[in-house]
């Protein structure tokens, strides 16, 4: 029996994040907060401790005499740490300036105690904070413990503060991070299913309880596509199979019984365009796991165009680098050209001629190469290109007489997708259509780029 995990909803999970979060924000702003304290940045915080402190010590002398001032003074500096002593004429002390972090400490004693008091950074190249008061026309200096002695901010308090901040940012990038995991995770997964890769799955034991159910979910969308997918190729093989077979059946006997040789050679020639479709649906349905690795591009040019013979109906020029190599599957790829390759033969001739001139060239960007297989023909209307990769569209009226079954530029398109790459197509501005092919380069090397010719 599994065990079952605690079950948190995306609201809770959010709360306890934050909490979590404004509980590390609150100590970190007690500790800068002391720091800050300790170092009288929000005022002189210790004004009523000094003012009582003044006061009992000019009551103290004024209670005591003289004999017993001695004793009374020497106390004061063991047991509180107090200093008082008398002044003299030639006393130096030096009275703190505008701008300094006692001078605000001064003016509230002086507004507490009376203007005759004197507040002084340094006595007698001590330095230190000494207050002078006169008690019964004895003047007198004292200065307080240590502790009382309000400090300048210093760096050590501007770092706290410092820290504080980044932590509260930091702790808000980490908390989003966790929050939207998750959902970046599945966007991932829903872009590797668009790709054509149906194995891909999310974790199903993740605690939060509306995320689990939307993995859950998506994986069973995964697997039933996939079964759709495995369901369609093995219909589609038995489908092709069960056509084939009657197929070479006419294809024998229209060639033992039919006479006229014309008459043979038009059954043959319809029994081929049949095939060449049955050929079509397979390549457009086939399943979309592909083998990566690095494929010169110029070797598998030249063997695709090597089944296109008749120089008569087509001649390809390849203007390839000799040693590029890109990241694809072969098999696919080589589909890929062999259909633009087709594609150019049936509606990419020249009006002159009546042969289809294509080009193939390429050029580098980043990490990717552009590969470009361009004809000379009458190129498409311009509100059709975006459909040209559509199944069993055809871009001009002419076409629909044609032999094929309007899926070669939509096996393209489908192709690439499965080698992560990008297929556009356009006019060219002297005539013809033009499809970039994006490809990933496998690695960088010198370029040496030939022109070959085929027919």
Same mark, same amino acid.
């Given at each position: 029996?599994?065990?079952q995990?605690?079950a948190?909803?995306l609201f809770w999970r959010?709360?306890?994040?934050l909490?979590l979060?404004?509980?590390a ?6 500790f800068t907060?002391?720091?800050i304290?300790a ?11 000094l003012? #009582?402190?003044?006061?009992i010590?000019a009551?103290?002398?004024?209670a005591?005499d003289?004999?017993n ?6 106390n004061?500096v063991?047991r509180?740490g ?6 003299a004429?030639?006393?130096v ?5 505008e701008?300094d972090?006692?001078?605000r400490?001064a003016?509230e004693?002086?507004?507490?105690l009376g203007?005759?008091l004197v ?10 904070l ?5 008690v ?5 200096w004292?200065r307080?413990?240590?502790a009382l002695v309000p400090?300048?901010p ?5 770092l706290?503060?410092?820290g504080g901040?980044?932590a509260?940012?930091?702790?808000a ?13 599945l #966007?991932?997964?829903a872009?590797?299913i668009r ?10 034991t993740?605690i939060t309880s509306e995320?689990?159910?939307v993995n ?11 079964k ?10 038995g489908?092709s199979?069960?056509?084939r077979t009657?197929?070479?059946?006419l294809r ?5 019984s ?5 008459a043979r050679?038009n059954m043959a020639?319809?029994?081929d365009?049949?095939d060449a479709i049955i050929d079509?649906f397979?390549?457009?349905a086939?399943?979309?796991?592909t083998h990566v690795?690095?494929?010169l591009?110029s070797k598998?040019?030249?063997?695709e165009?090597a089944?296109?013979?008749?120089p008569?109906?087509i ?5 390839v680098?000799l040693d590029?190599?890109?990241l694809a599957?072969?098999?696919?790829l ?15 001739r020249t009006?002159d001629?009546?042969?289809a001139?294509v080009?193939?060239s390429n050029?580098r ?8 297989v361009?004809?000379h ?5 311009p509100?059709?290109l975006?459909q040209l990769?559509t199944p ?8 629909t ?5 309007g899926?070669?530029l939509?096996?393209v ?7 992560g790459?990008q297929v556009?197509v356009?006019n060219?501005p002297e005539?013809?259509l033009?499809?970039h092919?994006?490809?990933?380069h ?5 370029a ?6 085929d027919g």
């Open positions: 029996m599994t065990q995990k605690v948190l909803s959010t709360f306890f994040l909490l979060l404004m509980a924000t609150v100590a970190a702003w007690t907060l002391r720091a304290d170092g009288a940045w929000l005022g002189p915080r210790n004004v009523p401790q003012t #009582s402190m003044l006061r010590g009551e103290a002398l004024r005591s003289r004999g001032r001695a004793m009374l003074l020497k004061l063991a509180e107090l200093l008082l002593q008398a002044r004429v030639t006393d002390w030096t009275v703190p300036t701008g972090h006692l001078a400490l003016a004693l002086r507004r507490r203007p005759e507040v002084a950074s340094s006595l007698n190249g001590v330095p230190g000494w207050f002078g008061f006169v019964d026309r004895e003047a007198w004292l307080p413990p240590a400090a300048a210093g760096r050590h308090d501007l706290w503060l410092l901040v980044l509260t940012l930091a702790g990038v980490l908390i989003a991070q966790l929050i939207n995991r998750p959902l970046r995770q #966007s991932f997964a872009s590797k790709g054509g890769d149906l194995d891909s799955r999310l974790d199903e993740t995320i689990r159910e859950m979910g998506f994986n069973r969308m995964a697997r039933e596509l996939a759709v997918e495995e369901d369609r190729a093995v219909m589609l093989a489908i199979h069960d056509l009657p197929l070479a059946r024998l006997e229209a060639e033992m039919v006479i006229d040789d014309e050679s020639s319809d029994i365009q049949l079509k397979m390549d457009y086939r399943p979309g796991e690795r690095p494929v591009l598998l040019i030249d063997k165009s089944s296109f013979r008749d008569s109906e001649r390809i020029t390849s203007r680098a590029l190599e890109v599957d072969e098999v696919e080589g589909r890929v050209f062999s259909n633009l390759f087709e594609n150019a033969r049936r509606y990419g009006t001629t009546g042969i001139m080009t193939v050029t960007t980043g990490g990717w190469v552009i590969c470009t361009r004809d023909g009458p190129g498409v209307a509100e059709k975006g990769t069993f569209f055809r871009g001009d009226a002419a076409r007489a044609a032999t094929g079954a899926l070669g939509a096996i398109d489908k192709a690439m997708q499965r080698l790459g556009e356009a060219a005539g013809g033009v499809v092919l994006r490809l990933r496998a690695r960088p090397k010198r040496i780029t030939t022109t070959r010719s």
